[in-house]
């Protein structure tokens, strides 16, 4: 239960970022990319190190992995120009990570995972 407002954090941020992406072929600037990038990689640390149901450890290793390097890359090595069908798809990676993030939220608050 400790997660809950983190996970509501992410649910925001995951909806925002997906829906920019998707309608503006764009996400955040640098300024809010980097503290976001870390917080990501900071959460799903968080989630992997408190989980014990492994039906839900699987896809959060894979997140923990994708945001590590992902996020590292963006960190050290900045912002590469994309096209709009990038933007597309990195959209439905944003709404099947939210969709993820939705179903550990509700069973934190259903139940008590993790």
Known sequence: MLLVPYTIFMVLEHFAIG???LT???TVDRKMGVPLAVAEILYYSLLTLSLGNLALMIPTY???ITHAVGGAFYIFNGRLTFSKEFFQY???YEFI???FLVTILLAELWFGLP
């Open 19 to 21: 829906y920019r992406s």
């Open 24 to 26: 503006k072929y764009k």
């Open 62 to 64: 894979l997140f923990l």
């Open 90 to 92: 990195y959209s439905i």
């Open 97 to 99: 990570e939210l969709l």
